[in-house]
Antibody, heavy 121, light 107 residues
Framework: EVQLVESGGGLVQPGESLTLSCAAS????????VGWVRQAPGKGLEWVAN????????YYVDSVRGRFTISRDNAKDSLYLQMNSLRAEDTAVYYC??????????????WGQGTLVTVSS | SYELTQPPSVSVSPGQTASITCSGD??????VSWSQQKPGQSPMLIIY???NRPSGIPERFSGSNSGNTATLTISGTQDLDEADYYC??????????FGGGTKLTVL
């Protein structure tokens, strides 16, 4: 069974940093693109970042580029999101998600339970 | 960046057919997936690559994509189908764009 378990969320003040982790199990983690998707309270889904199987390609939504860094450790079956200079608008539940498919046909087929990040003074 | 537009809400009576649209420029040239999210739960994939259903997803869920519009169709809608639905595309320039979501109400 595919499992994605996020951790690391919490309450931080504006300008502070936080690192999210996602532990994967039940599949060959190194064979898949994975990413982070967030959902602000009462709002829709927003893609945040993706990373290729070997970590050689990384993509970010404009609003986090330069502040967030996605990374992975295939030896530990883990995905990370380093978040710096956090803002109130980064407050959201952050989901780790696995992607399947190739190129333009790619899609997220499995999601974690999410971890809540609250940025507030 | 690429944009996907969904109606904020759709209502349907039990047993009837619900259609949820997702619009974008030349969307028919892209592959669309759909996810369902119930309150307090994580999203769940229900349609991928326009019209394919993952294992375990009921046959009453179907999808199509042509021109500028993709459509998620739920035939014989049940109370348990009440949820938020999101379309998504994966584009070279903007990976993993989501539509704004549609709240399906089963009246």
């Amino acid at each position: 069974e595919v499992q994605l378990v996020e951790s690391g969320g919490g309450l931080v003040q504006p300008g502070e940093s936080l690192t999210l982790s996602c532990a994967a199990s039940g599949f060959s983690f190194e064979s898949y693109w994975v990413g982070w998707v967030r959902q602000a309270p009462g709002k829709g889904l927003e893609w945040v970042a993706n990373i290729k199987q070997d970590g050689a390609e990384k993509y970010y939504v404009d609003s986090v580029r330069g502040r967030f860094t996605i990374s992975r450790d295939n030896a530990k079956d883990s995905l990370y999101l380093q978040m710096n200079s956090l803002r109130a608008e980064d407050t959201a539940v952050y989901y780790c998600a696995r992607a399947r498919g190739d190129g333009h046909s790619r899609y997220f087929d499995n999601w974690g339970q999410g971890t809540l990040v609250t940025v507030s003074s | 960046s690429y944009e996907l537009t969904q109606p904020p809400s759709v209502s349907v009576s039990p047993g009837q057919t619900a259609s949820i649209t997702c619009s974008g420029d030349k969307l028919g040239d892209k592959y669309v997936s759909w996810s369902q999210q119930k309150p307090g739960q994580s999203p769940m994939l229900i349609i991928y690559q326009d019209s394919n259903r993952p294992s375990g997803i009921p046959e009453r869920f179907s999808g199509s994509n042509s021109g500028n519009t993709a459509t998620l169709t739920i035939s014989g809608t049940q109370d348990l189908d009440e949820a938020d639905y999101y379309c998504q595309v994966w584009d070279t320039n903007t990976p993993a764009t989501f539509g704004g979501g549609t709240k399906l109400t089963v009246l």
